[in-house]
Nanobody, 129 residues
Framework: DVQLQASGGGLVQTGESLRLSCAAS????????TGWVRQAPGKEREGVAC????????YYADSVKGRFTIFRDNAKNTVYLQMNNLKPEDTAVYYC??????????????????????WGRGAQVTVSS
């Protein structure tokens, strides 16, 4: 089975940091874009960060650029999201997702919330003010 398992969520205060992890099983990251999607209560899903295997580039939503970093450990088949300087508006359930893609680009952030070959169980991140 193709599976993604996210972990590392929690409750933090404004300005603090968290690291999310997403371990893949049943497939390797070769040829896949892997990223993080979040959904806040009452809002649509938002792609926030993506690592593209096609061009070995990373892409970020403007709302997290400069604060979040996505990186991947292929040996561990795990993708991470380092979140620094967290804000209350970052509060959401965070999901990891994977999409087979031959081309990189910002389109991946728009696609991942709704088009994916693997989707992980969410991790709750709550940032208090």
């Amino acid at each position: 089975d193709v599976q993604l398992q996210a972990s590392g969520g929690g409750l933090v205060q404004t300005g603090e940091s968290l690291r999310l992890s997403c371990a893949a099983s049943g497939f390797s990251f070769d040829g896949y874009a892997t990223g993080w999607v979040r959904q806040a209560p009452g809002k649509e899903r938002e792609g926030v960060a993506c690592f593209s295997d096609a061009d070995y580039s990373t892409y970020y939503a403007d709302s997290v650029k400069g604060r979040f970093t996505i990186f991947r450990d292929n040996a561990k088949n795990t993708v991470y999201l380092q979140m620094n300087n967290l804000k209350p508006e970052d509060t959401a359930v965070y999901y990891c997702a994977a999409l087979r893609a031959r081309v990189g680009g910002l389109w991946l952030l728009r696609a991942l919330p709704y088009e994916h070959d693997a989707w992980g169980r969410g991790a709750q991140v709550t940032v208090s003010s």
